[in-house]
């Protein structure tokens, strides 16, 4: 499986539908959900009631990024307002395994994410459970930062765990995903690829498309 999943911190909020709408023509089927407490990274984005009136916009599997202190208050409201998927940070999660049978009991998908300094040997128990595993290519809070290129050899070991287990549980990449680095990461073996600032401006439809051509592409 592979997907491009359009992170809408990078949309203008003005016309959001308009936008998400865009980026469902060039062949989107997931979308990206930062949700910023402005205290587990240095900046604040939008939240559940955001979510919400997304969910009523679209049919796209709804990918929700929850970059916050103390994650496990806001599975219920996440799951609720329409989330299909929901994705904690190890680094903010003090009871990883109870929050991940939270995410599942709210009949929910569940991934974790690392920030790039973490190591995945954190996830040594707990991958089994998972059903998607986000790796920061940037360090979290902004969007249209580059991509740091030591995250590669993190994408291609956990690659590597993930399929000696008798599971698919999805790779997400998430920062500095573009034309130019979409080779490298496919290569990597991840299968979700978030993009916010390369799908956001000038023509999304034709950004989106030309996002999953070479995606396509980089396959072969
Ligand atoms: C960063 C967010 C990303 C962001 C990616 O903290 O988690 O989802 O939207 O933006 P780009 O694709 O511009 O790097
Ligand atoms: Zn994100």
Known sequence: MLELAPSILSADFSHLGQDIAQAEAGGAKWLHFD???G???PNISFGFPVLSS???CCDL???VHLMVEHPEKFIELAAANGADMI????ESCVHLDRIIHAIH???CKAGVALNPATPISVLEYVLPMLDMVLIMTVNPG???QSYI???TEKLQTLRQRIDKLDKEILIEVDGGVSEKTIPTIVKAGANVLVAGSAVFKDDITQNTEKLFVKMKESCL
């Open 35 to 37: 949700v910023m407490d």
């Open 54 to 56: 997304v969910r009523k």
């Open 105 to 107: 009991e709210q009949g």
């Open 142 to 144: 902004y969007g249209g």
């Open 39 to 41: 205290q587990y990274v």
């Open 149 to 151: 290129p030591y995250c």
């Open 61 to 63: 599997f709804l990918d």
């Open 87 to 90: 994705t904690v940070h190890a």
